[in-house]
């Protein structure tokens, strides 16, 4: 016989040898794994979340920035006093001299967020 002549009480042994067999191969391989890869999951989304908070923080900050350069000529053209940005008659600043100033205040908003080489 295959279990050794034991007949039906040698069957049960080795049927709870075989679930030991396995649940200890469970505890000891696939359940480390499973939990290693489950806290690795959690930080990335913890990672995730604090990548887009930032993202949305500097998009505020860069939007603020935006909004004070584009309101600067407006407010100048009207007469009023202030520090001149171009060049032209009117006291406005020229719109690549804008431009231009948009575009480093963008650069030094990503730097400041990490995201610019």
Avoid at 45 to 64: G, T, V, Y
Wanted: overall charge negative.
């Amino acid at each position: 016989m295959i279990f050794m002549g034991g007949g039906a009480r040698a069957m049960i042994v080795w049927g709870i040898v075989s679930i030991v067999i396995l649940l200890l191969s469970y505890l000891l391989i696939v359940k480390p794994i499973l939990d290693d890869t489950d806290e690795q999951i959690d930080q990335a989304f913890q990672q995730s979340e604090q990548i887009q908070e930032n993202a949305f923080e500097s998009a505020e900050e860069l939007q603020e920035s935006i909004q004070e350069d584009v309101g600067e000529p407006i407010e100048q053209g009207s007469g009023g006093g202030g520090k001149e940005k171009g060049g032209s008659a009117s006291g406005r600043a020229s719109a690549s001299d804008l431009q231009e100033q948009i575009q480093e205040d963008v650069q030094e908003q990503l730097e400041a967020a990490g995201v610019a080489p």
